[in-house]
């Protein structure tokens, strides 16, 4: 064996000798060299040998064991297969070396060892090499990976290297990534490496094959033929399979067992455990109750509900007071049974012996039994919870004053008052009726200053607002008409004429509306008239922007001109829709946004002038809506309906009505805001008028405080119509009502 080994060492320093001058010589000619993997693995097993050469190998020692010619054969074919291995790779190498092109390298002597080493440039690869687009790999090996987290590497190469972390993106990156890559659902992230690295085909494979349920194994074969393998010759089992148990001769104690068990026997031999002793038999014999129920932890049962004691009615001789007379009788007979006061009459016997059998003594046992088998199981505690608890809790009224709560006076009209209007100052009342009067009357003592009469009856009246003339609009029949009140500065009226007729007239735009102004004396008649196009019908409500330049009307006709929106000082007047849906009931500005909120017959819709779109439909849920009022913060709004409903939007809140009031007995005619009082007012046909608390608050966390007040009743219902209008006084909790019965009222506080 010895010798084999020798000779094993010999042939591979000849061969080694063969390759060097081989690769000398092609070195020299062409000056690169190239190499495979195999002749790198050879070149560092050179290397090793070249750095080995100064070493003495240590003698084989000789096993006499081994004197076998069996291990001898083994050794020769292992020989000479490590001969063919190497004759092998010598040709791969050399048919490598005609195929690439190396650097030149060049020998050195070691540091280390002192002996000489070949040392080979470092490769910089190209583009298109295959590893020039491979990353270092991570070398951290298996360690949690949060411990890089707050450090700008992830670990180490095998150089011993950083290996920096690779820039990551946000999830809108992510996304937009998922949606240029096709591919990206075929990657997965690497913690090592801290990015999505792509799967190859077999790892798809695998996933497809496991979310379908299949076997992950792409060679597996569900259905091959099944092997016997105890079936056919030599195949035959010499035991026979049996599952009979395991007999007890092959039973092995257990040492440590047997070791307890020694010791316990000790302690009895000892007297150190002592049995307990037999007792003697008890000669008396014992008795057990065995209907004795056991203790038990749980609460007794209910009793069963006792039945009524009887009473002195129920006497075979009662007093005479407690006999029915002969119509009592009569009447207790023909009622029906279940509706009867008692199950029985009373009866007087002179004698027990004379009572007679109970003819509801079956059924009385019978309700008996309903009674024990209804009886509860369980005792419910009772809640003693005060009614008024649930009540929430209201101001008292007296904390809430100011607010009206008796009529100061009373101005007669004619006929039915239908709407009123009062000065921005707070001065005035302007009333218009059914016969076409307008009467002008003082607040304060309920004078009448001045009376117009028009030929048609009036629908609305609204005073401008703006504090630096003074006028109102009277609505009628396809036209409204500009008034100046009487006995007012010259001031103010040099500038409502000039704001109402001025001397230059701005240019005429082709329009169906006429603006007509009149000559002469202004207090006897309009000074500004504007005919509105034929079958418009009466005006129904009038309303003025804040800045008191444009004014709103509505007609009672049902075509989309029953709106229009006339500027004042250019008397330019326009429909400000081309389509609308539904009848039209009201119209509002907005106190202080440029939304125009327009009231149809079941919604509210909000639209913004500026922007010339709609922004919201409130659907308050009424059939018909009737009224509407806007808060002065602008946040709120009341909508009123001839169904009797008051419904109440926080615009910020909700589309659907925060608070539905239902307090009225009739149809709601007008609601009304205080413009500087936390108050507001609701009038309907029961001749009522309701007056509220509506504080809002600035916390939009905080929910308004809605009370009821106040009911001020007044005016007489007429032909079904009760009252008609309402409108607070700018400047006092006062409020002025006008009704059917041709009656304007001040309810004052």
């Known amino acids: 064996m010895a010798v084999t080994v020798l000779g094993k060492v010999r042939n591979k320093r000849k061969q080694e000798e063969v390759e060097e001058v081989e690769k000398g010589l092609f070195v ?5 060299e190239m190499q495979s993997e195999d002749e790198a693995e050879d070149e560092d097993r050179e290397g090793d040998d070249a750095s080995d050469d100064g070493d003495v190998d240590e003698f084989p020692e000789i096993d006499a064991a081994s004197d076998s010619e069996e291990e001898s054969e083994e050794e020769e074919e292992e020989d000479t297969d490590d001969l063919d291995e190497e004759n092998t790779l010598d040709e791969n190498s050399d048919a490598d070396s005609d195929l690439h092109i190396f650097p030149k390298s060049k020998k050195v002597v070691s540091d280390i060892t002192g002996q000489t080493k070949v040392v080979y440039p470092e490769i910089e690869p190209d583009y298109d090499s295959d590893s020039s687009t491979e990353d270092d790999p991570n070398r951290v090996g298996n360690i949690p990976m949060h411990w890089y987290d707050d450090l700008p590497h992830l670990g180490y190469n095998i150089n011993g290297k950083r290996v920096l972390r690779p820039a990551k993106g946000d999830e809108l990156d992510k996304f937009l990534q998922t949606v240029e890559d096709p591919n990206s659902w075929t990657t997965a992230f690497d913690k090592n490496a801290q990015m999505d690295k792509p799967l ?48 007890k001769r092959r039973w092995l104690p257990s040492k440590w067992e047997k070791q307890k068990i020694m010791k316990i026997v000790r302690a009895i031999r000892q007297g150190r455990i002592v049995g307990s002793k037999p007792t003697a038999a008890d000669k008396k014999q014992q008795f057990y109750a065995i209907w004795n129920e056991p203790p038990s932890n749980q609460p007794p049962p209910l009793p069963a509900p006792k039945p009524k004691l009887p009473t002195n009615s129920e006497s075979y001789n009662p007093p005479e007071e ?7 009788r009569k009447q207790w007979e023909n009622t029906d049974p279940e509706d009867r006061e008692g199950d029985y009459l009373p009866h007087k016997y002179p004698a027990l012996r004379l009572v007679p059998a109970y003819d509801q003594f ?9 009674d024990l088998y209804l009886a509860p199981r369980i005792q419910r505690v009772k809640l003693n919870v005060d009614p008024n608890s649930l009540l929430p809790k209201l101001p008292t009224p ?3 004053r100011p607010f009206p709560n008796y009529k100061s006076l009373q101005f007669m009209h004619t006929k039915a008052v ?99 102004s009149t000559s002469g004396a202004t207090e006897d008649g309009p000074i500004l008239t504007i ?15 804040r800045k008191g330049d444009y004014l709103a009307s509505v007609s009672s006709s049902e075509t989309q001109g029953s709106v229009w929106m006339h500027q004042i000082s250019r008397r330019h007047s326009q429909a400000p829709f081309k389509k609308i849906k539904g009848a039209v009931q009201m119209v509002l500005f907005h106190p202080t946004k440029p939304h125009f909120f327009v009231a149809t017959q079941r919604y509210v819709r909000l639209y913004n ?32 309906g001839y169904d009797r409903k008051l419904c109440w939007f926080d615009l910020e809140l909700s589309e659907k009505p925060y608070k539905v009031l239902r307090y009225h007995s009739r149809a709601i005619r007008s609601l009304h805001f205080h413009p500087t009082y936390p108050l507001f007012a609701s009038s309907s046909d029961d001749g009522s008028i309701q007056i509220f608390h509506a504080r809002v608050y600035s916390d939009l966390m905080t929910d308004p405080l809605i009370v009821p007040l106040k009911i001020l009743r007044g005016h007489d219902v007429q032909e079904g119509l009760g009252v008609l209008q309402i409108k607070w006084v700018n400047k006092q909790p006062w409020l002025v009502s006008a009704g059917a019965d041709g009656s304007v009222s001040l309810w004052c506080s």
């Open 28 to 32: 020299g000619a062409v000056d690169l």
């Open 200 to 247: 190859s085909a077999e790892e798809l494979d695998i996933i497809r094959r496991l979310q379908a349920g299949e076997n992950p194994d792409a060679e597996y074969d569900p259905y091959e033929p099944t092997i016997e393998w105890f079936t056919g010759k030599g195949k035959e089992e010499v035991m026979p399979l049996s599952s009979a148990p395991e007999p």
């Open 322 to 328: 407690y006999l029915p007379t002969e119509e009592e």
């Open 362 to 370: 079956i059924k009385q046992r019978f309700n008996r039994q309903l």
């Open 398 to 400: 007296n904390s809430l």
């Open 418 to 516: 239908r709407c009123l209007s009062i000065s921005p100052d707070g001065a005035w009342v302007a009333s218009g009726d059914e016969s076409g009067v307008i009467s002008l009357w003082e607040v304060n003592v309920g004078r009448e200053v001045k009376r117009w009469s028009l030929s048609s009856k009036v629908g609305a009246i609204e005073w401008c607002p703006r504090l630096d003339t003074c006028f109102f609009v009277a609505g009628t029949e396809e036209r409204l008409h500009f008034f100046i009140p009487p006995n007012i500065s010259p001031a103010m009226l040099t500038m409502t004429q000039s704001t109402l007729a001025p001397p230059t007239l701005p240019p005429a735009t082709q329009s169906s509306i006429k603006w007509i």
């Open 531 to 545: 005919e509105l196009p034929s079958a418009s019908g009466l005006s129904r409500q009038l309303t003025w922007h």
């Open 609 to 640: 002038l500026a922007e010339q779109k709609l922004l919201k439909t409130l659907m308050p849920g009424i059939k018909w809506i009737s009224s509407m009022d806007v808060h002065p913060s602008g946040d709120h709004i009341i909508v009123g």
